[in-house]
């Protein structure tokens, strides 16, 4: 098992920046595909990006391209989550999660272990 914290989330302007880090315990984070989602209040939780174990794959939503990247070091079993020139519909709370099959999901369901969230909130 793993368990996943995340830290970083806060208030920002629009096109102001945030890094979120996600912290996992357990020996075996390296053997974990790691993605990262959100959810804004009334909508459903989405994908945002997800990196595999040595961090050469890497895929992210459409709506973040260009803007976030995504990173991990495993031997601090952590993984990041910078976000760029952010944007008042980024505002939500930001999950990271852990797969432990290996290949690259972009569905919610295809991940087995969450954190408990981190706010987000971009202002104008």
């Known amino acids: 098992q793993v368990q996943l914290a995340e830290s970083g989330g806060g208030l920002v302007q629009a096109g102001g920046s945030l890094r979120l880090s996600c912290a996992a315990s357990?020996?075996?984070?390296?053997?974990?595909?790691m993605g990262w989602f959100r959810q804004a209040p009334g909508k459903e939780r989405e994908f945002v990006a997800t990196?595999?174990?040595?961090?050469?794959?890497?895929n992210y939503a459409d709506s973040v391209k260009g803007r976030f990247t995504i990173s991990r070091d495993n031997a601090k079993n952590t993984v990041y989550l910078q976000m760029n020139s952010l944007k008042l519909e980024d505002t939500a709370v930001y999950y990271c999660?852990?797969?432990?099959?290996?290949?690259?999901?972009?569905?919610?369901?295809?991940?087995?272990?969450w954190g408990q969230g981190t706010q987000v909130t971009v202002s104008s």
């Open positions: 357990g020996r075996t984070f390296s053997s974990y595909y």
């Open positions: 990196i595999n174990w040595g961090g050469g794959i890497r």
């Open positions: 999660a852990a797969r432990s099959r290996s290949s690259t999901s972009v569905s919610a369901g295809g991940y087995d272990y």
